[in-house]
């Protein structure tokens, strides 16, 4: 008996395609095994070109074109402000990181309100006419702030006079500003040396300190690779000065030699906001 022909054709059409189902297969399970690898190779790299022209070479290329302000942030500081800034730092040890509540004082910790962030001072207190054996104010104190919004900081501000100031840059001299409720005033001291307030910085990322570059924005000085300082005034000084001590005292130490650490909090009141103790620690 002999095969005939429609048999012999079907017979290698259905080995054909088991043949083509196998390596269909086979592809798959590669592919399947190798998909995220390609894929990795795959991606489309960005390529940068140098396009000749008349006035030059220029780079054709897709990437973002700086800001100004990312511009002026890379600005190099002048050796001044450099130096400067070291001093600074070199002063605040103690100040760039908040207390740990386990080691202040158990009557009070530092408040949690939305708004709050810690400032390091770095400023002199050449009028405190405290000893040298003591920790000076400007290494020892650290004020709480607490706002809810730029309005409630500008009121604060303005309620304790304090004024802000901003150095260093490609500016020479010293540009402050005050009165940021109300009457905002602003003014430039051509000699920063002259200034002799106790001052504090900012230690910690915080709104608050965006506000600082806001309000003096809004007075026309320009804090772009510069750096913002809080000016005490003498009085508000002298009243942190003895609401420490009287703390210190209640907590059954006589001298403020004896404290390493005081952290004020600005409280709203009734007449508008005050200092107060919230905690301490003691050598």
């Known amino acids: ?48 070109r140098m396009v ?47 207390l740990d509540p386990n080691s202040l004082d158990p009557r009070g910790g530092a ?17 405190s006419g405290e000893t040298e054996a003591s920790v000076p104010r400007h290494e020892r104190w650290q004020i709480d702030w607490q706002a809810k919004d730029l309005g409630e900081y500008a009121r604060q501000l303005e309620h304790f006079e304090i004024e802000l100031g901003v150095i260093g840059g490609d500016q020479h001299g010293m540009d402050l500003a005050k009165g940021f409720a109300s009457s905002l005033r602003a003014r430039r001291l051509s000699d920063p040396s002259q200034e002799g307030r106790l001052y504090f910085m900012w230690t ?19 804090t772009n690779g510069r750096f913002v300082l809080k000016f005490i005034p003498p009085a508000l000084e002298a009243e942190l000065a003895k609401l420490e001590l009287e703390f210190a005292q209640n907590a059954g130490h006589d001298s403020v030699e004896e404290i ?15 200092f107060r103790v919230v905690a301490q620690r003691y050598q």
Not at 62 to 89: G, I
């Open 204 to 222: 910690h990322a915080s709104p608050l300190k965006e506000f600082e570059h806001r309000l003096l924005n809004q007075a026309g000085i320009s």
């Open 1 to 48: 008996m002999r095969t005939s022909w429609f048999d012999a054709v079907s017979s290698l059409f259905l080995t054909l395609t088991l043949m083509l189902s196998a390596v269909v297969g086979v592809l798959f399970l590669l592919w399947c095994l190798l998909s995220d690898e390609v894929q990795r190779q795959s991606e489309p790299v960005a390529k940068v």
């Open 111 to 127: 408040s949690g309100l939305e708004g709050r962030a810690p400032v390091g001072s770095a400023g002199p207190d050449l009028s």
């Open 52 to 98: 000749r022209a008349s006035s030059g070479i220029r780079i054709d290329q897709p990437f973002d074109t700086p800001t100004e302000e990312e511009v002026d942030a890379l600005k190099p500081l002048d050796l001044q402000t450099a130096l400067d800034s070291v001093v600074a730092v070199a002063r605040l040890p103690g100040l760039t990181e908040s």
């Open 260 to 274: 390493e650490k005081t952290v004020f909090v600005s409280v709203a009141t009734a007449n508008g906001f005050e």
